[in-house]
């Protein structure tokens, strides 16, 4: 791992916050990357305007990417304890185009709850994690993107027993989400008959449909896709979307520089063929399907 002064200035904030850097649900809160077969190319000789973050990151030679870690298919710790999925190939785009390699990417594991605040507390420099874009947190937070269009699904043990379809036929029915995200509050608001039980990470859901203490888990249908092929004896998905999940960047609120040079990349590795190849070796391994078309980057 990269020795920089940005893990000292991450470990201060966390001490002020009071937070727990990420590790709670994983040994290895802070990974490096590493060099991986299709890593983007890196721009060399980058300049950017002083006191922008772009000229901050590139001088500090170092960016600090928050993902999800039990993810597969966007972001999930290999066996060797390093960060693969889509999500994270898309850090990777971002990074070299601010003229950094793999090496020099610190993955943080971000949960549903914590983005907001990791973003806001500046212990990361982007948030890229399956991160719907909504007003709710378009007011603490700001998104480039969208970069995937992702869509409320539900997951049950094979064979359904439940016979569950679709969201209405989770009333009387125990369902798991996770704390702090879009398809728990979807629940909460609209499926009020639905008993939820919530965790802080998707694999734990998993884990509570496997026990039979939970009879669906809902969330992202790519987010489910991973947890089926983990385990494609047990699970199943319904396969009936229900909302719309546009997939942001989440980052400081107000930095219009910093977003419109990630909209910027986004764009550029729509057209590129990037954004695909990253797809495709990732998230398009599990789902078997080629890279969808590229939604339209909203530069709201
Ligand atoms: N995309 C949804 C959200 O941002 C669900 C996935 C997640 O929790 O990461 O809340």
Redesign the pocket.
């Known amino acids: 791992m990269r020795l920089t002064t940005r893990p000292a200035r991450i470990a201060a904030t966390a001490a002020v916050f009071g937070v727990v850097l990420a590790g709670c649900s994983s040994e290895a809160g802070n990974q490096a990357a590493q060099e991986s077969d299709n890593a983007p190319e890196v721009a060399e000789d980058v300049e950017f305007e002083a006191g922008t973050t772009m000229a901050e990151i590139a001088d500090a030679g170092s960016i600090t990417i928050g993902t999800?870690f039990d993810q597969p298919g966007f972001g999930l710790l290999n066996p060797s304890g390093v960060p693969e999925g889509f999500d994270v190939e898309i850090g990777k785009i971002i990074a070299a185009k601010l003229g950094l390699d793999e090496g020099q990417i610190e993955f943080v594991e971000t949960v549903?709850a914590n983005r907001e605040s990791f973003i806001q507390n500046g212990q990361v420099d982007l948030v890229i994690?399956?991160?719907?874009i909504n007003d709710t947190r378009k007011e603490l937070v700001d998104f480039a993107g969208p970069y995937y269009e992702?869509g409320q699904d539900i997951m049950v043990a094979s064979g359904n027993p439940e016979g569950i379809e679709g969201p209405d036929d989770l009333a009387g029915k125990n369902v798991c989400s996770?704390e702090g995200?879009?398809?728990a509050q979807n629940i909460r608001d609209n499926y009020p008959e639905a008993t939820l039980t919530l965790f802080d990470v998707y694999s734990k859901c998993a884990d509570a449909l496997t026990n039979g203490q939970v009879d669906a888990v809902t969330?992202?249908n790519v987010?489910l896709t991973g947890l089926v092929a983990g385990n494609p004896d047990g699970f199943e998905l319904v396969g009936n979307p229900f909302t719309e999940?546009p997939y942001g960047i989440g980052l400081q609120l107000g930095d219009s520089d910093f977003r419109d040079f990630v909209n910027d990349v986004l764009e550029e590795s729509f057209d590129d063929g990037s954004w695909a190849d990253a797809w495709d070796s990732t998230a398009g391994q599990i789902t078997g399907e080629p890279a969808p078309e590229p939604p339209s980057v909203d530069r709201y």
């Open positions: 999800k549903s994690a399956t991160y719907t992702a996770v995200s879009t398809p969330t992202d987010i999940e």
